[in-house]
């Protein structure tokens, strides 16, 4: 079982920068993960990825503002959050799977309880 932990969300204006971060604990982890996120009323979308082997991939919406990074030492994946606009606005959640790196929520079991990101104007 893995158990993944967020951190860093919180209030920002529009414009500014949050980093968060996942820390995957429970057993040596050697899969793949990755940030969704849920605004109100809508459903759950993919933001970013990064595979095992380094490979990251974006959604449209966030790619060249936001970077996924992962550190293999610490079993943490981060997700640095440049240039925030206000439909950023939405809880996160990191999830991982042993096999799977794919963009849809059901390509991953093991999920965070979510951290709230807010972007005001």
């Known amino acids: 079982q893995v158990h993944l932990g967020e951190s860093g969300g919180g209030l920002v204006q529009a414009g500014g920068s949050l980093r968060l971060s996942c820390a995957a604990s429970?057993?040596?982890?050697?899969?793949?993960m990755a940030w969704f996120r849920q605004a109100p009323g809508k459903e759950r979308e993919f933001v970013s990825r990064i595979t095992w082997s380094n490979m990251v991939t974006y959604a449209e919406s966030v790619e060249g503002r936001f970077t996924i990074s992962r550190d293999y030492a610490k079993n943490t994946v981060y997700l640095q959050m440049n240039s925030l606009k206000l439909e950023d606005t939405a809880v996160y959640y990191c999830?991982?799977?042993?096999?799977?790196?794919?963009?849809?929520?059901?390509?991953?079991?093991?999920w965070g309880q979510g951290t709230q990101v807010t972007v005001s104007s």
């Open positions: 429970g057993r040596t982890f050697r899969g793949h």
């Open positions: 999830a991982a799977d042993d096999r799977y790196f794919g963009t849809r929520s059901s390509d991953y079991d093991y």
